[in-house]
Every structure is written in structure tokens, then in C-alpha cells.
């Protein structure tokens, strides 16, 4: 588990394919590395790693196919720039929102523009998704906890303060940039826990009739 707060910005520094999956190897900046064994995990960009290697200035991690298909990770070069964080401990201050580094699909940023001294980034997602996104709810990007400031369809903003641009990779964001999406994970059960025995079936979710029927709409 994670809490979406940045510690660090690392750089990508090597990529080898293994046999359909990938290595990466991450140079990790300022972060402390001292307490990480391998084994450990560590989000980059908001998906959750294994560390497999400690050469001193980073780490390396193995990446499923699975994880290349459905992340931005599948996109990613040498020298780029990551997003990291360490797994949090019992002691670890709860500054974002729990974020299980677990990526629910990916996102396209479609505007950005000033506002006073923050930046307003708007973000598609898929439609799947749109319904887990709600107004002052919260919402992982690229593995940074960020509150949901307006939604319209699936397009929702967000407003990035000087701190969080300056020390995430969300100051390259540029429209059309494909961003790690990981909606609330309390957002998530509690669709499940509505569904009721429904959610044994394998086709529906919740939809507008669901909530009617159940009395959720007058």
C-alpha cells in the first residue's frame, strides 16, 4: 500500500526484455533506499514494484506483460523521468489516500492551462472508470493522490499546487499525455457491496436502472 505523496523523482536508465516481460532499471534520485531489501515494493508511476536489485544509485524491477499493456510503464524510455514512492509502514504519515499501486487503467490529459499560481490539468478516462470519479473524491495519477476538484462525463480536473508540479513528473504533462489512473479503492468495494449477490454474475455492474430499482433515485 502506498499513500499517493511523491518522494522522489527517479530516471529510467536501462530496459531489457525478458522473454515477453521487461527489467527496468531506475536511477531513484533523492530516494532514501537505505531500508528497502529485495523483495520490497516500490510504485513507479503509481504501479506497484518488486524490487529484484539494488546496485546503490536505484533499483531494478521486473514488469509483467500484463502490467506493459494496461500501464504507461509499456511507454516508457531511457531518461525518462518516474514518479516514486516506498511502500508506507504502520509509522508512515497517511498524507494522500491509500493507493494500492494497483493501475486501473490509463487516462489522456486533454487541457491544461494557469489558474493564480496552481496549473489545471483536465483528464479523460475511460468511460468504465467515470463512474468511480466523483467531486472532491480522491483519485491517483501516475501514483500521486490528487482531489478531484470538477467532473463532467469522463472528464474530470484537477489543479496541481507550485510543491506538486515542481517535485512530480506532472510539470511535463502536456495534452495528450497518457497518465496511470487508480480510482478510490473505497469507491471500488462499495460497488461490489451494493451489488449484492449480483456481483456473482459475471455480466453488469451498477447502472442508473440498478440504482433505481434499489431505491437510490427518487
Not at 534520485?29 to 537505505?34: E, H, M, Q, V
Amino acid at each position: 500500500m502506498f499513500t499517493g505523496i511523491i518522494e522522489s523523482v527517479g530516471t529510467v536508465v536501462s530496459l531489457e526484455d525478458r522473454g515477453g516481460d521487461r527489467r527496468l532499471g531506475i536511477r531513484s534520485g533523492k530516494l532514501d533506499l537505505t531500508d528497502v531489501r529485495l523483495g520490497d515494493s516500490i510504485a513507479v508511476n503509481g504501479v506497484c514494484l518488486t524490487a529484484v536489485a539494488l546496485p546503490g544509485d536505484g533499483f531494478a524491477a521486473d514488469v509483467s506483460r500484463e502490467t506493459l499493456s494496461a500501464s504507461s510503464l509499456g511507454r516508457l524510455q531511457a531518461g525518462d523521468p518516474v514518479n516514486l514512492e516506498k511502500a508506507l509502514t504502520p509509522t508512515t504519515r497517511l498524507g494522500g489516500h491509500l493507493v494500492s499501486g494497483h493501475v486501473d487503467g490509463l487516462g489522456e490529459v486533454t487541457a491544461v492551462a494557469p489558474e493564480a499560481r496552481s496549473w489545471r490539468y483536465d483528464i479523460r478516462v475511460p468511460d468504465a472508470l467515470a463512474r468511480y470519479i466523483a467531486p472532491k473524491g480522491s483519485v491517483s495519477v501516475d501514483g500521486v493522490s490528487l482531489t478531484v476538484n470538477a467532473v463532467s462525463g469522463a472528464v474530470f480536473s484537477v489543479n496541481i499546487v507550485p510543491h506538486t508540479q515542481q517535485e512530480t513528473i506532472i510539470r511535463s504533462y502536456r495534452v495528450g499525455t497518457r497518465v496511470n489512473i487508480e480510482v478510490d479503492l473505497i469507491a471500488r468495494y462499495l460497488e461490489r457491496l451494493l451489488l449484492g449477490e449480483r456481483a456473482a454474475q459475471s455480466a453488469g455492474g451498477i447502472s442508473e436502472s440498478f440504482l433505481a430499482e434499489h431505491g437510490f433515485l427518487g
